[in-house]
């Protein structure tokens, strides 16, 4: 079982496009478990803010 982060969801539009696009940039170097946590993460984050890319500016570095 992949642990999915617990957020306060504003808005979800998007977050699967979102989860699926982390999951492409991920995979190139994480194992795929470690790439659906990472993916799952961003989409996550995403959902905290209202549209497809109000979160880009609020990213955790790394």
């Not at 979102?18 to 170097?29: M, N, Q, R």
């Not at 470690?34 to 609020?58: K, N, P, W, Y």
């Amino acid at each position: 079982m992949i642990p999915v982060p617990t957020v306060k969801a504003v808005d979800t539009l998007g977050a699967g496009d979102i989860f699926h696009g982390a999951f492409c940039a991920y995979i190139g170097a994480q194992d795929f478990p470690e790439a659906l946590s990472s993916a799952a993460a961003i989409a996550a984050h995403s959902c905290q803010f209202l549209g497809t890319r109000a979160g880009l500016r609020a990213l955790p570095p790394g």
